[in-house]
């Protein structure tokens, strides 16, 4: 059972949220929060698995919120749940820890399955976003993964997640994602199983 957490500053939206992912067997929410700063308590006092943050709130805003949370409680998986998917919101977001970037028009399967992969550990982001990432990280074909991504994505191809990745390779989960969006962007893919496959038809595995 996936212990979830949802947090926006809409009323409306949070019961929305909450009625349709509590009707899934495999999900409870557990909780709710209006606010960044409400988010950061109501996630020490409860320790979800999952977190579905709001990018833009008063009281302090999803990035921050999620810094926080990913520092005090490295085993709650964030995923930013917004209408807003500029450049610099998506990046602020990977860099505070975020373990996903979804739109607010996602469907309700997508939804499911990314709070799924997220409590496995998997990073999670829309299409649109993964496009995003995938421009502005983009680097020419001919150049190849340095040792620490060959290692990262070796150990993807074994199946192993972010979490323990990290711990494989004594570096942080933050860390590990970082090392994924940067393969992501050299091999011109959007997920983890393109790039090891990606990587294997080019002899980089």
């Known amino acids: 059972m996936i212990r979830l957490l949802i947090v926006d500053d809409h009323p409306v939206v949070r019961e929305g949220l909450r009625g349709m992912l509590d009707a899934d067997p495999g999900i409870t929410v557990v ?7 409400e988010a950061v308590t109501r996630a020490r ?11 833009r709130m008063p009281g302090g805003d999803g990035v921050s919120a999620t810094q926080r949370i990913v520092k005090e409680h490295p085993g709650s998986r964030v995923i930013v749940l917004t209408t807003y998917e500029t450049d610099q919101d ?27 992969a997220a409590a496995r550990g998997e990073t999670v982001l829309s299409p649109s976003v993964a496009t995003k990432l995938v421009s502005r990280m983009r680097a020419p074909v001919t150049e190849s993964l340095s040792r620490r991504e060959t290692e990262v994505l070796g150990l993807v191809a074994r199946g192993l997640t972010n979490a323990e990745i990290g711990r494989e390779l004594f570096i942080s989960e933050t860390t590990v994602k970082t090392h994924l ?9 959007s997920d983890r199983t393109a790039a090891v496959t990606t990587a294997l038809s080019r002899g980089l595995l």
């Open 45 to 55: 006092d409860l320790t979800p698995d999952v977190i579905l943050m709001d990018l």
């Open 90 to 116: 998506i990046v602020r977001a990977v860099e505070a820890g975020a373990a996903g970037y979804l739109l607010k028009d996602t469907s309700r399967a997508d939804l499911l399955n990314a709070i799924t």
């Open 31 to 37: 909780g709710e929060a209006g606010s960044g700063d």
């Open 181 to 189: 969006l940067r393969i992501f962007g050299k091999l011109g893919v």
